[in-house]
């Protein structure tokens, strides 16, 4: 194991001791520009060598393989139990209960979203762009994540009484400027969502994508939110020396890395 490069994020989080997160950011890595320097994707065009280097030097960084998941905007967990080769699994959220199994979601724009509980028995995440995040790719994380809790007879609710949640950077809520059928959609699920959007000109909409998961998770029941206030400091799109941004970088470079949340048990613990 290495020591984490000093500008990548550790979640501040009252999670127990066992339960280890880290979200990456754009230094560190080997990749040159657009996808300077700490690009962990490989379906972003970049020179595939580069973003093995680098992947590696997260794995150096973690003292344990990241599974890489085949994102794909959906609802789809996984439960990992072992490692599995990157890319193989086509979901966007996994969960696990196994020390040294280490849930990773790539971002650049979208929303990360990390889970454990009070007792540190298991871990999830998952990649909530808007998409996901109004089809349920939070609930199907929680869901499976309930279902790994020890306890017997667990519910829903019991399970989110004692369940931290963290959220990662993202496009903010001064940058994601969305058609009205992103609105109507998250409004047709829940009238409260409303509040999350600002009207703009020519029909558009500014939408807090943080917000909107906040929603969600409190719906849910979990009230321990953690990270992401949808303050400046958390949007990816604002802040080009330490974010990827894909709606930004595209546009300027041609392309745009990729970003990692990672979370998992310590096998020490």
Avoid at 179 to 193: L, N, Q, S
């Amino acid at each position: 194991m290495t020591a984490l490069h000093p500008d990548w994020l550790v979640p501040d989080w009252p999670a127990p001791s066992r339960v280890r997160a880290v979200f990456t950011t754009r230094n560190g890595g080997v990749s040159k520009l657009p996808f300077a320097s700490m690009n962990l994707g490989r379906p972003s065009g970049d020179d595939a060598t580069a973003v093995d280097v680098t992947r590696g030097r997260l794995q150096a960084a973690l003292g344990e393989q990241p599974i890489y998941l085949s994102q794909v905007h959906g609802v789809e967990s996984v439960e990992l139990r072992e490692f599995a080769q990157p890319g193989v699994l086509e979901a966007d959220a996994c969960t696990t209960g196994t020390p040294g199994v280490v849930c990773t979601i790539r971002v650049a724009d979208c929303l990360p979203v990390l889970f454990t509980d009070g007792d540190g028995q298991a871990v999830g995440a998952a990649h909530a762009g808007w998409r996901g995040l109004v089809q349920g790719v939070l609930e199907s994380c929680f869901d499976q994540y309930v279902s790994l809790q020890p306890q017997a007879n667990s519910s829903g609710a019991t399970v989110a009484g004692n369940t931290l949640a963290w959220l990662g950077p993202c496009i903010g809520p001064q940058a994601f400027e969305v058609g009205p059928e992103v609105r109507e959609a998250f409004v047709a699920h829940d009238t409260a969502a409303a509040c999350c959007f600002a009207p703009q000109a020519h029909g558009k909409w500014l939408a807090d994508l943080a917000g909107l998961a906040r929603q969600r998770l409190q719906r849910l029941g979990i009230t321990q939110i953690h990270g992401n206030d949808g303050g400046a400091a958390w949007c990816t799109v604002n802040n080009p020396l330490r974010f990827f941004s894909h709606r930004r970088d595209r546009l300027v470079l041609g392309g745009s890395g990729r970003m990692a949340a990672c979370i998992w048990l310590d096998r020490a613990a």
